[in-house]
């Protein structure tokens, strides 16, 4: 098989069998991703998997929300399974499964911002080093601010 992203139905997304798709680093990951398949059981987000056969690499979870007045696509997690983490993928040409998170939330903004009024891509990094790489990434921090933007 090869590589591919796939969006995940709501209905497919139970937080028990998703956990075990993945490799963590500690508990608190794995119990975060439980309440992001939670969440994505309910509607409230869209999980998109990166897989290739029976490997599980990662996933971003999205969600549409207004921020600051701001319509934008909200990145709520990104999350490497811990053999991948900080390793380039050939067949990503060669990108970390951070970087082509990123770059796939990127391409699906500006291909839907033609379509409705979507001005930015959201998140909350989860830590200062988290914040240093989205700001390389041209994020910015606006209000609220403990979030970051990218305009689309």
């Not at 995940?8 to 309440?35: C, K, M």
């Not at 869209?46 to 056969?53: C, E, N, S, V």
């Not at 900080?86 to 060669?94: C, E, I, Q, V, Y």
């Not at 989860?126 to 989205?134: E, I, N, Q, R």
């Amino acid at each position: 098989m090869a590589i591919e992203l796939v969006g995940l139905d709501h209905q497919s997304v139970r937080p028990t069998s998703f956990i075990r798709w993945l490799t963590f680093s500690n508990n608190d990951e794995r119990n975060y991703v439980a309440q992001m398949a939670k969440m994505a059981n309910n509607e409230q987000v869209k999980i998109f998997l990166l897989q290739d056969g029976a490997i599980k690499y990662g996933f971003v979870a999205l969600s549409i929300n207004i921020l600051g007045g701001k319509p934008c696509i909200v990145i709520k997690y990104i999350f490497a399974s811990l053999p991948y983490r900080g390793k380039a993928l050939a067949d990503l040409g060669g990108l970390k499964l951070g970087d082509y998170f990123l770059g796939y939330v990127v391409n699906i903004a500006e291909m839907f911002s033609s379509y409705v009024s979507l001005r930015y891509i959201a998140l909350q990094p989860a830590s200062d080093a988290l914040a240093a790489y989205y700001k390389r990434k041209s994020f910015v921090s606006l209000d609220p601010p403990d979030w970051m933007f990218l305009r689309i």
